[in-house]
């Protein structure tokens, strides 16, 4: 895994070290979900001020952000694409383990340790999502 682009890591510094550690973790199964399904380089990024994964390769998923908040001090939050049904199909297979608003935001507990296998479903769901779509 490459190295924290110095935009992030300065973004991520000024959180809280719980949700930095959960930032962290969640970073690593991000790109071992990028290498485990093929989905080929990422493009780590900023949008709109939050840490942001996309895989490079057209028409292959789409862009998963996290952000934390002082409004909501304990949770770190996932970002899905709106027109999307990932954070529904989330609700669906994780009910309950997320505050999911329904259509992009996902927010887990940072008090609580990384539930891997959810955080995995969702970064394997938004980074193949175009991909997986084609094939449905």
């Not at 890591?9 to 930095?20: C, G, K, N």
């Not at 996932?78 to 990932?86: G, P």
């Not at 297979?93 to 955080?119: E, I, M, S």
Request: glycine share 6%.
């Amino acid at each position: 895994m490459d190295m924290l682009p110095s935009d992030i890591l300065t973004r991520v510094e000024s959180w809280p070290q719980s949700a930095q550690s959960h930032f962290l973790r969640t970073r690593t199964l991000v790109h071992d979900v990028a290498t485990s399904e093929d989905v080929g380089p990422l493009d780590e990024s900023l949008k709109w001020g939050q840490p942001s994964w996309r895989p490079k390769r057209a028409r292959t998923g789409s862009t998963l952000r996290l952000d934390w908040s002082p409004a909501t001090p304990d949770r770190l939050l996932a970002f899905v694409d709106c027109k999307t049904d990932l954070a529904a199909q989330m609700d669906h297979r994780f009910p309950g383990q997320f505050h999911n608003d329904g259509r992009r935001a996902l927010g887990f507990d940072t008090t609580h340790p990384l539930d891997k296998d959810a955080v995995w479903q969702l970064a394997r769901l938004t980074l193949t999502y175009h991909r997986s779509k084609r094939g449905r």
